[in-house]
C-alpha cells in the first residue's frame, strides 16, 4: 500500500513537472513578440529582432505566432511552411516554395507582362479596359487594376509586371498596394515583382533649382554616364534609383544597356556605355552594385534587403554588332554578325562586370539575350536563331563557362509570329516555322526561365506538355521547378514576401526628392563635352544677346516605325535662356548665336518603297547630314534570309539617303552667313557617332550632350560650370570609314579632325584650359584592354 502510494505520487509530480516544462515550452514558442498598427486594411507588423511584415486584412491571410515571432500565413493552411519563414535563406524558402506550386502557378510565374500604363489605355502595345470600357469612359480611378492586369494576374498566375508611364508617384504607389493585395489574397500569396526599363532621363525643357522635385530625379542617358567616366557616380546613380523604384513599387530594374556600341550606327548606342570594353564593364560593375546592394537597417541577408532593385542586365552576348547598324526589333535587323571574330570584346562587360561585381550581392541576378541572331557564333550545334533560342548561348556559354545561375528572360516578343519584314515587335528570329508552343518550349529547352512580354500561360502549358513526350514529366516537372527557383530567390532576397506594400506619403517624399534631383543635375553637368572652343570664346558672360533660330523637325518615323508630324519650335526653353543671356531674333543684334540641333537620323536602313520600286528595301544608315551614296558598301551582306524575303544579299551598295533632320545642317550654315563673323555657338543633342566634317569649320564651339537639361548646358555655355565630359565613342571622319569599319570591332575608324589640329577619338573633351589629360583618360585609354 505504501509503495502503491509512493508510486502514484511520483507519478503526479512526473506529470506536473511535464505539464510545467511542457506550458514553458509553449509559451516560449507561442507568446508574442511582435507589435501590430496601421490604419484601414493595411496592417504592419513589427517583430522585435526581425523582418518587419505587411500585409492587408482584406486578402484573408492571417499572423501566425511562432517563437515569439510573426509570420505570415500566405498559404492560410494554419502552419509556417518553411516559404512563409523569414529566418530562413532565400535559397530554401524558394525550394519549398516551388516544390508546393502546381504547373499552372509555375507556368505563370514564368510570364513577364506586356507593358503596363498606370492607368492603362489604348498603346502600341495594346488596348486595356476597365469593367469593360476604356479608360477614359469608365470611371475608375487612374490606379485601380484593369480587366487585363486582373486576368493575368488571377487566371493565367503572372506575377511579373513591366510598368511604363505613372500618373504620378502617388498613383503608382496606390496601384502597387492594390496588385499586391490581389497577389496576397489569392493562390499561394505570391507577391508581383513589379519591373521598369530606364525612367531617369532628362526632360529638356525644365527648369532646375535646388528646391526642385518632380517626377523622380533626372540624371543624363546612358552615354552621358560613360563620358563622365566616373563608375563611382554611375554607383550613386544607381543607390539613388533603387530608391526611388522601391518607393514607385518596382523592385527589378530591366536594365543596364551594357551591350559594346561598336557599330555607329546601330540605333540604341545611345543606350549604352559606349564602345570601350573596359570602361563598360566598370559601368555596368557600378550601375548593378548600386541597385542591388543594400546597407543598414535595410539588409536582409548577403547585401540584399528592402532597398535592393533586381537589376536584368541586357543584352546577351552584345547587341551592338548589328550588320549596317540596324536593329532587330525588326526583321530587317536581325543578324548580330562579326566580321572581326570579336565576341570577345563584348563578353567582357558581362563576365568581368555586371557578373564580378565588388559589393555583396555577386552578380546581376538576372540576364536578358538580345533579338539578334549572333551569326555564325554557335559552333556546336551550327544553329543561327535568336540568342533565346541558341543553347549554346545560353545553357552552355552563359549557363556552362561563365557560371550564371540567375534568371535569364527573353526579350519582349520573341515568340510572335512576324507579319512583316518591317514589322515592330514580332521577333521569332530562326524560328518562324515553329509554332508558338514550339517556340516556348524551344526557348525552354535552351536554359531560359522567362518570357518576356508574354501575358498568356497557355504556350507555357503545351510546350511543357511537349517536353513530357520528349523526356517524361518527371524531368520536366525538375526543369520548371528550376527556373522557379531562379525566379522566387529575386522576390525573396528583396523582401516582398514579408512587406510588399507601400507607404504613400513617404513614397512622394523619396521620388523625385531635392537631394536626388540635385546628385541627377550635377551629374548632367559631368556629362557635358566640349569638343570645340575656337580662340577660347567659351565661357560667354552672362546677358550677352543671342540669336536662337527654330528648328524644323522634319516629318518622319519614329523607332517604332510610327510617322512623325512636321514640327517648327524652338528647340530650348527659352524662358530658362533668358535667365542667362537676352533674346533677339535679329541676328544683326545678338552678340552671338547658339544653333540647337540633334545629330543626324536618316532611319532605320530599312524602306518599304525601295521595294516598290524593285529593290530589296535595304538603304544606308548615314551619320552625316548630307545625300551620301554607299559607294564603298558590301557587295554581299554578311548574313541575310528570312521566310518573307526571296533572297539572301541585303546588300544597299550604290543606294543613296539623305538624313531627315538636314535642315539641322542648313541651320548651322546659315547662322554662319547672317552672324558676319560674329561667333556660332552649336549646340548638339547627341544618340550616336555623327560625322563633323559638314559644319564643323563654320563653328566656334561645340558642345555635346546625351539627354540633358537645357539648363545644364547654358550652365557650361556661361562658365557656370566647366566641361569635364570626355567622349564615349570615336567620331568619324567620314562614311567610307564607317562603311569600312567592323560591325564587332571598337576603335577601328579614322576619326575627324578639326580645325584647331584635335582629333574627336575616344577620350577626347576640353575644359577651359584646352585638351583634358587627367587619370580618367590614361585608366581608359582606347586599347579598352
Known amino acids: 500500500m505504501i509503495n502503491s502510494t509512493y508510486t502514484s505520487m511520483k507519478k503526479i509530480r512526473f506529470s506536473s513537472f511535464l505539464l510545467v516544462v511542457l506550458t514553458f515550452a509553449f509559451s516560449l514558442y507561442s507568446c508574442k513578440n511582435w507589435s501590430e498598427s496601421g490604419t484601414g486594411s493595411r496592417r504592419i507588423i513589427t517583430n522585435k529582432g526581425g523582418q518587419t511584415l505587411g500585409y492587408d486584412t482584406a486578402s484573408g491571410i492571417k499572423v501566425l505566432t511562432v517563437k515569439g515571432f510573426a509570420f505570415k500565413d500566405l498559404n492560410k493552411n494554419g502552419k509556417l511552411d518553411k516559404y512563409e519563414d523569414w529566418r530562413l535563406s532565400a535559397e530554401e524558402r524558394a525550394k519549398d516554395l516551388a516544390s508546393a506550386m502546381t504547373v499552372e502557378q509555375i507556368a505563370g510565374l514564368m510570364l513577364y507582362s506586356a507593358h503596363q500604363a498606370i492607368p492603362s489605355g ?184 528592402y532597398t535592393s532593385v533586381n537589376t536584368m542586365i541586357k543584352h546577351w552576348p552584345g547587341g551592338g554588332p548589328e550588320e549596317g547598324g540596324r536593329d532587330a526589333h525588326f526583321s530587317f535587323g536581325k543578324y548580330a554578325v562579326y566580321p572581326g571574330n570579336n565576341l570577345a570584346d563584348h563578353l567582357i562587360a558581362f563576365t568581368e562586370g555586371a557578373m564580378k561585381l565588388e559589393g555583396e550581392t555577386k552578380m546581376a541576378s538576372a540576364v536578358m539575350p538580345y533579338y539578334t541572331i549572333s551569326y555564325g557564333i554557335d559552333q556546336k550545334n551550327k ?69 518576356g512580354g508574354n501575358n498568356d500561360a497557355g504556350p507555357v502549358l503545351e510546350a511543357y506538355q511537349m517536353g513530357i513526350k520528349e523526356h517524361g514529366e518527371q524531368f520536366m516537372r525538375s526543369r520548371l521547378e528550376q527556373s522557379a527557383v531562379r525566379l522566387l530567390k529575386n522576390i525573396f532576397r528583396v523582401g516582398l514576401f514579408e512587406n510588399p506594400y507601400l507607404n504613400v506619403e513617404e513614397t512622394k517624399a523619396i521620388v523625385g526628392n531635392g537631394e536626388f534631383m540635385k546628385a541627377g543635375y550635377n551629374a548632367q553637368l559631368k556629362s557635358i563635352i566640349m569638343l570645340k572652343n575656337k580662340n577660347n570664346i567659351l565661357p560667354l558672360a552672362k546677358q550677352k544677346i543671342v540669336y536662337i533660330p527654330k528648328r524644323i523637325n522634319a516629318a518622319g518615323r519614329d523607332f517604332f516605325g510610327g510617322p512623325t508630324p512636321e514640327t517648327t519650335n524652338y528647340p530650348i526653353n527659352l524662358e530658362v535662356v533668358k535667365k542667362y543671356f537676352k533674346v533677339t531674333d535679329n541676328p544683326g543684334e545678338a552678340d552671338f548665336a547658339l544653333i540647337v540641333i540633334r545629330s543626324p537620323n536618316s532611319g532605320s536602313g530599312y524602306d518599304a518603297e525601295d521595294v516598290k520600286k524593285g529593290g530589296n528595301g535595304y538603304v544606308p544608315i548615314s551619320l552625316q547630314y548630307g545625300p551620301y551614296k554607299a559607294v564603298d558598301a558590301r557587295d554581299i551582306s554578311l548574313a541575310g534570309g528570312d521566310p518573307l524575303e526571296k533572297f539572301t544579299n541585303r546588300t544597299y551598295k550604290n543606294k543613296t539617303i539623305t538624313a531627315n533632320n538636314l535642315s539641322d545642317l542648313k541651320m548651322v550654315l546659315d547662322a554662319k552667313k547672317v552672324m558676319k563673323g560674329k561667333p556660332v555657338i552649336v549646340s548638339i543633342a547627341m544618340s550616336k557617332p555623327m560625322v563633323f566634317s559638314e559644319f564643323e569649320k563654320e563653328a566656334d564651339a561645340i558642345v555635346v550632350n546625351f539627354e540633358v537639361q537645357d539648363q545644364a548646358i547654358l550652365d557650361i555655355i556661361s562658365g557656370a560650370a566647366e566641361p569635364s565630359g570626355l567622349l564615349p565613342m570615336q567620331m568619324p571622319a567620314d562614311m567610307k570609314t564607317v562603311e569600312t569599319q567592323k560591325e564587332d570591332v571598337p576603335f577601328d575608324m579614322v576619326c575627324h579632325k578639326d580645325s584647331e589640329g584635335n582629333t574627336y577619338d575616344f577620350g577626347f573633351g576640353l575644359n577651359w584650359n584646352g585638351v583634358i589629360k587627367d587619370a580618367r583618360v590614361e585608366k581608359y585609354r582606347k586599347t579598352g584592354k
Open 122 to 305: 489604348n498603346t502600341r502595345f495594346g488596348a486595356s479596359t476597365y469593367n469593360g470600357k476604356p479608360y477614359k469612359e469608365s470611371g475608375a480611378k487612374p490606379y485601380d487594376l484593369s480587366d487585363q492586369q486582373i486576368k493575368f494576374l488571377t487566371k493565367d498566375n503572372l506575377r511579373h509586371v513591366l510598368v511604363t508611364t505613372v500618373e504620378s508617384p502617388e498613383v503608382a504607389a496606390i496601384w502597387n498596394n492594390k496588385v499586391q493585395a490581389l497577389c496576397e489574397s489569392i493562390g499561394l500569396g505570391i507577391p508581383a515583382n513589379n519591373s521598369s526599363d530606364p525612367r531617369h532621363r532628362s526632360n529638356s525643357d525644365v527648369e532646375y533649382n535646388v528646391g526642385s522635385a518632380g517626377q523622380i530625379s533626372m540624371w543624363p542617358g546612358s552615354l552621358g554616364m560613360a563620358a563622365t567616366f566616373e563608375p563611382s557616380l554611375v554607383k550613386e546613380f544607381g543607390q539613388i534609383g533603387a530608391k526611388e523604384y522601391r518607393a514607385l513599387g518596382i523592385s527589378t530594374a530591366l536594365s543596364p544597356q551594357i551591350d559594346l556600341a561598336t557599330e555607329p550606327r546601330w540605333a540604341r548606342v545611345n543606350g549604352t556605355f559606349g564602345e570601350n570594353p573596359k570602361l563598360t564593364a566598370d559601368m555596368a560593375r557600378a550601375y548593378v552594385d548600386g541597385y542591388q546592394t543594400s546597407s543598414g537597417d535595410k539588409v536582409i541577408a548577403g547585401g540584399w534587403g
Open 383 to 451: 544553329e543561327n536563331v535568336g540568342n533565346s533560342y541558341n543553347q549554346y548561348l545560353i545553357n552552355d556559354l552563359l549557363r556552362g563557362k561563365y557560371g550564371f545561375d540567375g534568371v535569364v528572360c527573353t526579350d519582349w516578343g520573341v515568340t510572335s509570329n512576324e507579319k512583316a519584314v518591317d514589322g515592330f515587335g514580332t521577333t521569332c528570329w530562326g524560328a518562324e516555322t515553329l509554332s508558338i508552343a514550339e517556340r516556348h518550349y524551344k526557348i525552354m529547352m535552351a536554359g531560359v526561365d522567362q518570357f
